[in-house]
């Protein structure tokens, strides 16, 4: 029942938007009664946190290939093919059209959040065992990556980056987070 709710939730979500979606049709959708729904989820954010949880479940486990830029390839790669499914390019169409729902923005970063601890645990582990400069600048690495990959799958709709392109794409964004670049003075 949990998993036919959420995954109703999810397509529901992809079909209607945020702003759309009710718990009624979520529902009728999974084929139960509203008030189970209700029951286990009393609001609409918490149903749609509690589905995106299981979607962002479905991602492979971290890779450990001994090297960061392999890492990084393999993680972005799965990344990529989640993106690309018909689903998960309407989940981020919804996240980007309806980003000023304060409601639904607030969930999104706090999800954010959580999904951005994989890959810092990449970094993280590269840097330990000298794989990455300590300077890397992780921020900057992962947003840069991860905007490539909205950009290429949800903008240009051009289909899923290959394992060459991603490979091409962290090479570059990890030459840009080692870059000593010098910090603006202040006014």
């Known amino acids: 029942m949990v998993a036919a709710v959420l995954e109703a939730a999810l397509e529901e979500l992809a079909e209607r938007g945020y702003g759309a979606l009710s718990i009624e049709a979520v529902a009728e959708r999974a084929g139960v009664a509203k008030t189970t729904v209700y029951r286990r ?3 609409r954010a ?3 946190k509690a589905a995106f949880e299981v979607e962002g479940n479905r991602a492979a486990p971290l890779p450990d290939e001994g090297r960061l830029d392999r890492d990084l390839t393999r993680y972005f790669l799965d990344l990529a093919r989640r993106m690309a499914t018909e689903r998960g390019r309407a989940i981020h169409r919804v ?3 309806e980003s000023d729902d304060r409601e639904l923005w607030e969930l999104v970063s706090e999800l954010r959040e959580e999904r951005r601890k994989a890959p810092r645990a990449l970094v993280a582990r590269a840097i ?3 794989d990455a400069p300590k300077k890397l600048d992780v921020g900057y690495l992962l947003d840069s990556l991860a905007a490539m990959m909205l950009y ?3 903008i240009l709709r051009d289909g899923r980056p290959s394992q060459a392109e991603i ?3 962290v090479a570059r964004s990890l030459a840009g987070a080692t870059a000593d670049i010098p910090s603006p003075r202040a006014p």
């Open 41 to 43: 989820w009393p609001t």
């Open 167 to 169: 490979a091409t794409l």
């Open 95 to 97: 996240i980007l059209v």
């Open 128 to 130: 330990a065992r000298g």
């Open 46 to 48: 918490a149903l749609v």
């Open 152 to 154: 290429r799958i949800g």
